[in-house]
T-cell receptor
Framework: AQSVAQPEDQVNVAEGNPLTVKCTYS??????LFWYVQYPNRGLQFLLK??????LVKGSYGFEAEFNKSQTSFHLKKPSALVSDSALYFC?????????FGKGTKLSVKP | DADVTQTPRNRITKTGKRIMLECSQT?????MYWYRQDPGLGLRLIYY???????NKGEISDGYSVSRQAQAKFSLSLESAIPNQTALYFC????????????FGDGTRLSIL
């Protein structure tokens, strides 16, 4: 069965520090992988997607994601966190069939 | 104006009532989806439609039904609401292809007493 896992329920970082939000996947075939962000009382907003052959994908708001095939991971990163990055982040993936969403990671950035 | 619009944004109702949640989109996408979000469980797919004549069950379709009235409209119904259907419901659309991102509405918060 296909699955997407976000092992951390919450990540806390100080403003200005780098951040990483982790995601691992298990899908059949070539993976389709996405990151979304959700702010309070809003729907999910697309941040970035994996493009076959690119191990480092750049997306919106300065975010990027690192794809590692051997570790089946697609971690979200940002070199310098902002307080406004505080939100709920979802990884989603699929190979054949529909997208599977992770359970979400709450990112808290403190001044 | 929002590309994906959900109505109502909030609804409180009683057990046994019939509820309809509506979704409309101006993105011109063929594919539409309904999800529910529960704390700690992420998003789970209820139903999806790849075009007007296509309806498919998702992971948790029991207790729900859908109607694709037009390319731009996809509604979700709870025929007889029960308390464990209390959740945040999202509609989403996408272009054709598994590598196309989905675009979400702002959700309907549904409470069933």
């Amino acid at each position: 069965a296909q699955s997407v896992a976000q092992p951390e329920d919450q990540v806390n970082v100080a403003e200005g520090n780098p951040l990483t939000v982790k995601c691992t996947y298990s899908v059949s075939g070539n993976p389709y992988l996405f990151w979304y962000v959700q702010y309070p009382n809003r729907g999910l907003q697309f941040l970035l997607k994996y493009i076959t052959g690119d191990n480092l994908v750049k997306g919106s708001y300065g975010f990027e994601a690192e794809f590692n095939k051997s570790q089946t991971s697609f971690h979200l990163k940002k070199p310098s966190a902002l307080v406004s990055d505080s939100a709920l982040y979802f990884c989603a993936g699929g190979g054949q069939g529909n997208l599977i969403f992770g359970k979400g990671t709450k990112l808290s950035v403190k001044p | 104006d929002a590309d994906v619009t959900q109505t109502p944004r909030n609804r409180i109702t009683k057990t046994g009532k019939r509820i309809m949640l509506e979704c409309s989109q101006t993105k011109g996408h063929d594919r539409m989806y309904w999800y529910r979000q529960d704390p700690g469980l992420g998003l789970r797919l209820i139903y999806y439609s790849f075009d007007v004549k296509d309806i498919n069950k998702g992971e948790i379709s029991d207790g729900y039904s859908v109607s694709r009235q037009a390319q731009a409209k996809f509604s979700l119904s709870l025929e007889s609401a029960i308390p464990n259907q209390t959740a945040l419901y999202f509609c989403a659309t996408s272009g054709v292809g598994s590598n196309q991102p989905q675009h979400f509405g702002d959700g309907t918060r549904l409470s069933i007493l």
